[in-house]
């Protein structure tokens, strides 16, 4: 293990954590975001997967805004049978919606899940819109706060285990957090298939109240992870090794404190 890599750590668990405390100071203008969309392991021809809801929540009321294909399709009086058919028209409509709320957040920051590339993320949502005919609002990268990444940040890749439905549902049973409505990547993607789409839009906003949930958490302090006490405050003796041979003033500092420990002890011998 090189020195320089504890010492990073380090750093990056002391950025993560001022961070988070600027979104605490702020939660009126913080939002967290979630979305559900086709599945894109299923998607064969390249292209992007369609959105099916989004949930926007203010962190600090809780109050909840919500865009879907169903939602859309109940506007525009087309029948549950017809979505399928008319999806592209439908999701346009959502999509234009969403962007228009978006206007008015300006300046407002975004916590998420993972939302980070073409895949699935902003820049999948802004490209689907754009292929649709429509104009995206960009939010830029440093209002996005990407909730999976700090936690690693902050407490190491071992805080929770991916298994078998991803880090959230793990943190959820080790917090006993109810995934009542929170659907498995694996049961959105079986929704979807079955045109289950007011499932998948409980399932968007249960995420996002859960991500709200492990937010708090995090800031009190009280989020339970498999991250080890040494992980969680970031203590290493290799970064402290490090720390002093890059300042070493700290460095004759300790060495005196040591010194002049050693020789009062001798002369209290004397």
Same mark, same amino acid.
């Given at each position: 293990?090189?020195?320089?890599?504890?010492?990073?750590?380090l750093r990056?668990?002391?950025?993560?954590?001022?961070?988070?405390?600027d979104?605490d100071?702020?939660?009126?203008?913080?939002?967290?975001?979630?979305?559900?969309?086709e599945?894109?392991?299923?998607?064969?021809?390249?292209?992007?997967?369609?959105v099916?809801?989004?949930?926007?929540?203010?962190?600090?009321?809780?109050?909840?805004?919500?865009?879907?294909?169903?939602k859309?399709?109940?506007?525009k009086?087309?029948? !549950?049978?017809?979505?399928? %058919?008319?999806y592209?028209?439908? =999701?346009r409509?959502?999509l234009?919606?969403?962007? /228009? #709320?978006? *206007?008015?957040?300006?300046g407002h920051?975004?916590?998420?899940?993972?939302?980070r590339?073409?895949?699935?993320?902003?820049?999948?949502?802004e490209?689907r819109?754009k292929?649709?005919?429509?104009e995206?609002i960009?939010?830029?990268d440093?209002?996005?706060?990407?909730?999976?990444?700090?936690?690693?940040?902050?407490?190491?890749?071992?805080?929770a285990?991916?298994g078998?439905?991803g880090?959230?549902?793990?943190?959820?049973?080790?917090? !006993?957090i109810?995934?009542? %409505?929170?659907?498995?990547?694996k =049961?959105?993607a079986?929704?979807?298939?079955?045109? /289950? #789409?007011? *499932?998948?839009?409980q399932?968007?906003?249960?995420k996002?109240d859960?991500?709200?949930n492990?937010?708090d958490?995090t800031l009190?302090?009280?989020l339970?992870?498999?991250?080890?006490w040494?992980e969680r405050?970031?203590?290493?003796p290799?970064a402290?090794?490090e720390?002093?041979?890059e300042?070493?003033?700290?460095?004759?500092?300790?060495?005196?404190?040591?010194?002049?420990?050693?020789?009062?002890?001798?002369?209290?011998?004397?």
């Open positions: 293990m090189t020195l320089g890599k504890e010492l990073t750590k990056h668990r002391h950025e993560a954590r001022q961070r988070l405390e979104l100071k702020e939660r009126k203008l913080v939002h967290v975001i979630h979305y559900s969309c599945s894109f392991y299923d998607i064969k021809d390249g292209r992007t997967p369609r099916t809801s989004i949930a926007v929540r203010n962190y600090a009321s809780g109050q909840t805004k919500s865009f879907s294909i169903h859309s399709a109940e506007q009086n087309v029948p !549950s049978e017809e979505i399928s %058919d008319r592209d028209e439908l =999701e409509e959502m234009g919606e969403f962007f /228009e #709320y978006l *206007k008015y957040l300006k920051r975004f916590i998420h899940w993972n939302m590339d073409i895949n699935y993320g902003f820049p999948a949502i490209h819109f292929i649709l005919g429509g995206p960009v939010v830029e440093d209002r996005k706060f990407d909730l999976a990444r700090e936690l690693v940040a902050l407490y190491s890749v071992k805080y285990p991916h078998k439905f880090r959230m549902h793990s943190l959820m049973d080790m917090n !006993s109810g995934a009542k %409505d929170a659907l498995t990547g =049961e959105e079986d929704a979807f298939d079955n045109e /289950e #789409y007011v *499932k998948l839009h399932s968007t906003l249960r996002a859960v991500i709200a492990l937010l958490r009190d302090g009280s339970k992870t498999k991250a080890t040494r405050h970031g203590i290493h290799v402290l090794l720390f002093l041979t300042h070493w003033i700290w460095a004759i500092i300790v060495a005196v404190g040591v010194i002049v420990s050693i020789i009062s002890g001798i002369w209290s011998l004397v």
